[in-house]
């Protein structure tokens, strides 16, 4: 059983482009994390969200925990090449361990 | 600071055969994580330390799959013998402690297994 159920699965976009990708869950995370990783490496944490509704900026990237604190989105805005990679969302409750959706592929197409 | 240090970065064997990987966390990271990301698939937690004790190794196949921290530093994992469908990225993460909010994990390049 997935406990996080991200989707898409892959994308493929035109740079300037606008994309929302989702991380949906039907249990309650006390945070959640995204991640970014590319080829060979491995993932990178861009941002943990705590509080249900919270809203937190990384240059062009919006990320939200949704109120009920079961899911959440990550939004591009005007889409570059950089961006490119696989996007993991990751829920944890309190102190035990992670767990990962299965991700999102994008692929920015210049 | 250095980051999360893993070796080989690469492994070809044939099935039934053994294969070790090796990580060294960040200096002063108590929490140590093994995590096995089959192709297209996120992450999945294999086993977790805190110093060199086990907190959760609820996931791991233990009739083939071995880990272990000594001195609560480096930790080497074992597969003994292994299957096809071990072929995957073996990544090792170190957090400062174990609460991830508070302590986000630092991953390693990973370890890519391929069982032929």
């Known amino acids: 059983t997935q406990l996080l159920e991200q989707s898409p699965q892959f994308l493929s976009i035109q740079e300037g482009e606008n994309l929302t990708v989702y991380c949906n869950s039907s249990s309650v995370f006390s945070s959640l994390q995204w991640y970014r990783q590319e080829p060979g490496e491995g993932p990178v944490l861009l941002v943990t969200v705590v509080t249900g509704g919270e809203v937190k900026k990384l240059k062009r990237l919006t990320f939200q925990f949704g109120d009920a604190r079961k899911d959440s989105s990550l939004h591009i805005t005007a889409a570059q090449p950089g961006d490119t990679g696989l996007y993991l969302c990751a829920g944890a409750r309190g102190a035990q361990k992670l767990v990962f959706g299965q991700g999102t592929r994008l692929t920015i197409n210049p | ?116």
Do not use: M
């Open chain 2, 1 to 116: 600071e250095a980051g999360v240090a893993q070796s080989p970065r690469y492994k070809i064997i044939e099935k039934r055969q053994s294969v070790a990987f090796w990580c060294n966390p960040i200096s002063g990271h108590a929490t140590l994580y093994w995590y096995q990301q089959i192709l297209g698939q996120g992450p999945k937690l294999l086993i977790q330390f805190q110093n060199n004790g086990v907190v959760d190794d609820s996931q791991l196949p233990k009739d083939r799959f071995s880990a272990e921290r000594l001195k609560g530093v480096d930790s080497t994992l074992k597969i003994q013998p292994a299957k096809l469908e071990d072929s995957a990225v073996y990544l090792c993460a170190s957090s400062a402690d174990i609460s991830s909010y508070n302590s986000p994990l630092h991953f390693g390049n990973g370890t890519r297994l391929t069982v032929t």
